[in-house]
């Protein structure tokens, strides 16, 4: 049905099976449904909801999309509630960027502005664990250097062990907000980092560079632990800066985003 919103604009109304997605879809977001409970059987939800199984379908199709529930058939079946992840925040503020024409430049400008303050606010409010399991990620590319062969890791290797070490920063900075909008660009950089390791001019220079940016991890852990929260800041961002300067090389440098996916 249509109807005229303001100044005669056409509106369409929701339809039944959006309405009652949406019904569904607030009760996990408050948290009255969580991670892992099953919702109702079909027939309940029906009667609940005074629609048609079709109906009913549908608002699970809209829930699944958005990952909300996973629906599964048969005699043991039914729809079950699932904890949204980033990658799928990330899919769609990609896919925006694509359609745009954002080049790797403007993803990495983006992450410099985010990142150097979850540095600071993780230096503010780190704990002991925070602590571990940033040396952990440290230690395992430390290793993964020594371990291949001439010293030069695998790209992909590399590639994930180096995003994780920035994912630390971001979800441990206490600010929810800017963890999520730095991580949804984790996957573009990730790709593009993989691509630039790849590509990289010479074996020595690579390694080289490996054994950089672990010193330069190594320091943020010890602004992090002494709580100086200025100059975890101020590293971050150097080290950031400097990075982008080796990986956005050549071609790469204004590559569109969607050529890393193509």
């Known amino acids: ?9 056409i509106v369409r109304a929701p339809k039944t099976a959006e309405l009652i997605a949406a019904q569904l879809r607030r009760q996990i977001v408050v948290g009255r449904l969580s991670e892992g409970d099953m919702l109702p059987p079909e027939l309940t939800l029906m009667t609940q909801f005074g629609v048609s199984r079709p109906t009913l379908r549908e608002a699970f199709r809209i829930l699944e999309t958005e990952s909300l529930i996973i629906v599964r058939r048969g005699a043991r079946g039914g729809a079950q509630v699932t904890a949204p992840t980033l990658s799928v925040a990330a899919r769609y503020v990609g896919l925006l960027l ?12 983006a992450r410099m502005v985010v990142e150097p303050v979850c540095a600071r ?13 940033l040396r952990a990620c440290i230690q395992e590319l430390r290793d993964l250097v020594s371990a291949a ?3 030069m890791p695998g790209a992909a290797h590399w590639a994930r062990g180096a995003s994780r070490f920035h994912e630390l920063i971001l979800q ?3 600010s929810p907000t800017l963890a999520v909008q730095g991580g949804v660009l984790q996957d573009i950089v990730a790709t593009h980092l993989e691509t630039s390791v790849a590509r990289g001019e010479g074996e020595s220079d690579s390694r ?36 982008a300067k080796s990986l956005l090389r050549g071609d790469l440098k204004t590559k569109p985003v969607v050529d890393l996916f193509s």
Not at 1 to 9: D, E, H, R, V
Not at 98 to 109: L, P, W
């Open 208 to 243: 080289r560079g490996f054994q950089r940016s672990i010193r330069s991890y190594d320091k943020l852990v010890g602004l992090v632990e002494a709580r100086d929260s200025v100059g975890a800041e101020e590293h971050w961002r150097l080290h950031m800066e400097t990075a």
């Open 149 to 151: 062969e001439a010293g």
């Open 121 to 133: 606010l993780l230096a503010e409010r780190r704990t002991d664990e925070d602590l571990a399991d």
């Open 1 to 9: 049905m249509l109807s005229a919103g303001p100044i005669g604009q």
């Open 98 to 109: 694509q359609m745009q024409g954002s080049t790797i430049v403007d993803v990495y400008e």
């Open 172 to 174: 441990r900075s206490g």
